[in-house]
């Protein structure tokens, strides 16, 4: 069973600033398997990005994913008030990791 | 337009069973070559992957819930539903459906429901 590890845990940052997030895999997993989700209060999580490097229909190319082996990354290149939300990423359309919250500093 | 929406009891009595059904409007769970998953929220936690269903295949669940989940499919109703026993207060959450995409050899969620809370107590 894969596990995944994301960190941090919180993050604490003002609109404007570029972030990187982490997603560690217990063993080698394929980049097709990779997909990461912004999950807001009282929505439904939304798909940002699969195949761990492409973004999903509608999402602002700000967002982007790379990564191969056993560490993803999430990025935001400059952050809008409304990318405050916790990140999720997911493994082969199941697991998920525990989550990254991004608040406002 | 793809569209998920789930329903069920929002109270369910520790021990008992909790019966979630998920209806699927703009697509067909019984022709269409993708799989269908429950996921849940416990409430200050993370998402919790519950399990997935591929009609007609079979169902393959997240193994700390295995034990007490079943994942079906009603092809006439254009449904499907999730059983989870002996509940406890650890079993409330959201709950959420969700369509899992398997095009090209990706694997992602790409169509959710809004989600539906269970709160587990007598």
């Known amino acids: 069973e894969i596990v995944l590890t994301q960190s941090p845990g919180t993050l604490s940052l003002s609109p404007g600033e570029r972030v990187t997030l982490s997603c560690r895999a217990s063993?080698?997993?394929?980049?097709?398997?990779i997909a990461w989700y912004q999950h807001k209060p009282g929505q439904a999580p939304r798909l940002l990005i699969f195949?761990?490097?492409t973004r999903a229909t509608g999402i602002p190319d700000r967002f982007s994913g790379s990564g191969s082996g056993t560490d993803f990354t999430l990025t935001i290149s400059r952050l809008e008030p409304e990318d405050f939300a916790v990140y999720y990423c997911?493994?082969?359309?199941?697991?998920f990791g525990q989550g990254t919250k991004l608040e406002i500093k | 337009q793809l569209q998920l929406q789930e329903t069920g009891p929002g109270l369910v009595k520790p021990s008992e069973t909790l019966s979630l059904t998920c209806s699927v409007s703009?697509?067909?769970?019984?022709?269409?070559?993708?799989?269908w998953g429950w996921i849940r929220q416990p409430p200050g936690r993370g998402l919790e992957w519950i399990g997935n269903?591929?009609?007609?295949?079979?169902?393959s669940y997240n193994p700390s819930l295995e034990s007490r989940v079943t994942i079906s499919a009603d092809t006439s109703k254009n449904q499907f539903s999730l059983k989870l026993n002996s509940v406890t207060a650890a079993d409330t959450a959201v709950y959420y459906c969700?369509?899992?995409?398997?095009?090209?050899?990706?694997?992602?969620?790409?169509?959710w429901g809004k989600g539906t809370t269970v709160i587990v107590s007598s």
């Open positions: 703009g697509a067909s769970i019984g022709r269409d070559t993708y799989y």
């Open positions: 063993q080698r997993v394929g980049t097709s398997f």
């Open positions: 269903i591929y009609y007609p295949g079979s169902a």
């Open positions: 195949g761990a490097s």
């Open positions: 969700a369509r899992r995409s398997v095009l090209h050899g990706y694997y992602y969620m790409d169509v």
């Open positions: 997911q493994h082969y359309g199941s697991t």
